[in-house]
Each structure stands twice: as C-alpha cells, then as structure tokens.
C-alpha cells in the first residue's frame, strides 16, 4: 500500500522558516520524481517545487525560487522542502507527490496534506 505523510507544518511568521518532511513506502521511492504541491483557499492547486528520482535535477515554481529547496534522502524514503524568508503568500496546504513528470502537474500518488500559515 503506497503512503506519503507529510509533517512539519504549522503557523510561523513573515520571514521565518518551515521544514517539510514527507516519509513514503510502498513503492520504490528511488525510482520516481518527487513534488510538492499547495493550495490555497479558493485556488487551484500548483506545483511548488519538483525534484527528479536521481535528485540531480530540480523544477521550482518562479515565485519560491531562491526561498524554498526540495531535497530528498533515498536511503530513506523521505523528501524535503526547506522554506525560508516565508510569505503570507505561502500559506496553504503543502502537498506531497510522487510519480510525474518533474514539472508536469499529473502525480500518480498523494499525500493527505500539511497546512502551513504564515502570519503578516
């Protein structure tokens, strides 16, 4: 049974920093592009950032590049999102995926989501 749960959301301040985690099994791990994804209260979800299986290639979504980094650890199925200088903007649901094309937006698995809010 494929499983993706993420952790480490929560309420923090303009210009502070989360760390996302996002432990997976029932799968090859190593063998499938990453994502984060969010969404926001009455938009459309979007890809946040996207990292291929080797983890040698990335894909961020213009408006957290230089902020936000996906990394992941396939010794032990777990990818990451450390995001830093935090926005009100980046308030959502921080989803995590697996199974895409890098920078498309069809996953083929999904975590349940973790909320992160970021106070002005």
């Known amino acids: 049974q494929v499983k993706l749960v993420e952790s480490g959301g929560g309420l923090v301040q303009a210009g502070g920093s989360l760390r996302l985690s996002c432990a997976a099994s029932?799968?090859?791990?190593?063998?499938?592009?990453m994502a984060w994804f969010r969404q926001a209260p009455g938009k459309e979800r979007e890809l946040v950032a996207a990292v291929r299986w080797s983890g040698t290639v990335t894909y961020y979504v213009d408006s957290v590049k230089g902020r936000f980094t996906i990394s992941r650890d396939n010794a032990k199925n777990t990818l990451y999102l450390q995001m830093n200088s935090l926005k009100p903007e980046d308030t959502a649901v921080y989803y995590c995926?697996?199974?895409?094309?890098?920078?498309?937006?069809?996953?083929?698995?999904w975590g349940q989501g973790t909320q992160v809010t970021v106070s002005s």
């Open positions: 029932g799968f090859t791990f190593s063998s499938y592009n």
């Open positions: 995926a697996a199974g895409g094309s890098l920078a498309g937006i069809e996953y083929r698995y």
